[in-house]
């Protein structure tokens, strides 16, 4: 059975600096991985995903993502941090195109100024 | 904008009624998913349908119900409401079977109060 765990449930970064979002998951077949961000009273939107090829995947708003397969591991970066980044994001894993999607807790970040 | 609509954006109703929360997918899309987030149990993932057939379950409690329709919007009916069913509830869709990767398309949400 797949499973996520996003370690920290809040993240607090200076603006300017990186942002490190952990994403750990379980799967039994080569997953699909996911990272979505949530704004304020917005639903999800999609930042990257990696389906197959290269590990390193960018996404919107320069994120980016790696995808570990030794490490069981997809964590999120930016180099820098804005304050628009202030957010909660999910990481999720599939098994594939018409499987259902696992949603991790979330990790709400907060950008000090 | 994701493209895909739900109805009504915000809904107070009291304990014990019941309430049909309706979602429009993206043109083209076939799968539609319900998902409740709530601050203690964070995002659930409720119920799947693909083309009108329920593919998936998840939490969904048994005084909750769901359907597809043939013009492929969904509704989400909720029973017997309780406090606890205050939350918000969100509608995504994806391509699903066809295409080479699962990601979803979500909804604004609807905000359920129940008093």
């Known amino acids: 059975a797949q499973s996520v765990t996003q370690l920290g449930s809040h993240v607090s970064v200076s603006e300017g600096a990186l942002v490190l979002l952990r994403c750990n998951y379980s799967s039994s077949v080569p997953p699909y991985l996911f990272w979505y961000v949530q704004y304020p009273n917005q639903g999800l939107q999609l930042l990257l995903k990696y389906t197959t090829g290269a590990t390193l995947v960018k996404g919107i708003n320069g994120f980016e993502a790696e995808f570990k397969k030794s490490e069981t591991s997809f964590h999120l970066t930016k180099p820098s941090a804005h304050m628009s980044d202030a957010a909660e994001y999910f990481c999720a894993v599939s098994e594939g195109a018409g499987f259902k999607t696992i949603f991790g807790a979330g990790t709400r970040l907060f950008v000090k100024a | ?115």
Do not use: M
């Open chain 2, 1 to 115: 904008d994701s493209g895909v609509t739900q109805t009504p954006k915000h809904l107070i109703t009291a304990t014990g009624q019941r309430v049909t929360l309706r979602c429009s997918p993206r043109s083209g899309d076939l799968s539609v998913y319900w998902y409740q987030q709530s601050l203690d149990q964070g995002l659930q993932f409720l119920i799947q349908y693909y083309n009108g057939e329920e593919r998936a379950k998840g939490n969904i409690l048994e005084r909750f119900s769901a359907q597809q329709f043939p013009d492929l919007h969904s509704e989400l009916n909720l029973s017997s409401l309780e406090l606890g069913d205050s939350a918000l509830y969100f509608c995504a869709s994806s391509v699903a079977e066809g295409s080479s990767y699962n990601e979803q398309f979500f909804g604004p949400g609807t905000r359920l109060t129940v008093l």
